[in-house]
């Protein structure tokens, strides 16, 4: 056997689940109605789905490292340009709410704060994923990096864990709506500055689209 024969294929972790997110969160920021959105439906599509590129090439190249970086900084400038449209898209709805524009109705008001409330959920999800640990592939060849976040299967009896369990994009789904639901830690323990911030920041959104928005939505609908 060769030296190069003896060298370990690099392991990668699946990018499908990752990629029906990001598609469902293009899909939810494009629904809105005009004059909430931050930008024109075609560059939010371009946007969202320029990240599915380096994800196929990832998977299809066994994660090159040329290609982990692309995704890598393409994702995080998707995921910067996803909060900007949730905090955007809140911030019109506010405003519309407080003006009484006639332009929204309260079925619009409704679905428009559930649209920002799925999508928060989702883009925190992937920066979660992305970010915890180096990233998904360090995870799964187990790269020493510190973790952002303690997940319960790591402290679980063994005979209760998958041996060699890693966070998986599933785990930081449930994290991202854990975090949106009940605007606090549930079984997962944020050990960074940095995850505190994020999940701060991510609560703070989903508080006012639920409070304000969503309450807001159903006394128009009621009256």
Request: proline share 5%; charged share 15%.
């Amino acid at each position: 056997m060769t030296a190069k024969e003896q060298v370990p294929r690099r392991r990668i972790e699946s990018r499908w689940p990752v990629g029906l997110a990001i598609v469902a969160a293009v899909i939810l920021l494009s629904v809105l109605p005009r004059t909430l959105r931050l930008a024109p439906v075609w560059l939010t599509s371009i946007v969202g789905f320029a990240v599915l590129v380096p994800m196929a090439a990832v998977a299809l190249t066994a994660g090159k490292a040329k290609w982990l970086r692309a995704e890598r900084i393409i994702t995080l400038l998707v995921v910067v340009f996803g909060i900007l449209a949730a905090l955007t898209t809140l911030t019109n709805l506010i405003a519309a709410m407080v003006k009484g524009s006639v332009e929204l109705s309260g079925a619009q008001l409704l679905a428009s704060g559930i649209a920002v409330w799925v999508s928060n959920v989702l883009i925190f999800s992937l920066l979660y994923w992305h970010m915890d640990r180096g990233g998904p592939e360090s995870r799964v060849n187990d790269a020493s990096r510190r973790p952002d976040w303690l997940f319960p299967q790591e402290g679980a009896p063994t005979e209760h864990v998958r041996p060699e369990w890693r966070p998986a994009f599933v785990d930081y789904l449930f994290l991202g709506y854990s975090t949106a639901t009940a605007f606090s830690t549930t079984d997962v323990l944020p050990l960074t500055a940095r995850a505190k911030l994020l999940m701060m920041l991510e609560s703070s959104i989903s508080l006012v689209t639920m409070v304000v928005v969503a309450s807001r939505a159903i006394n128009i609908l009621g009256s």
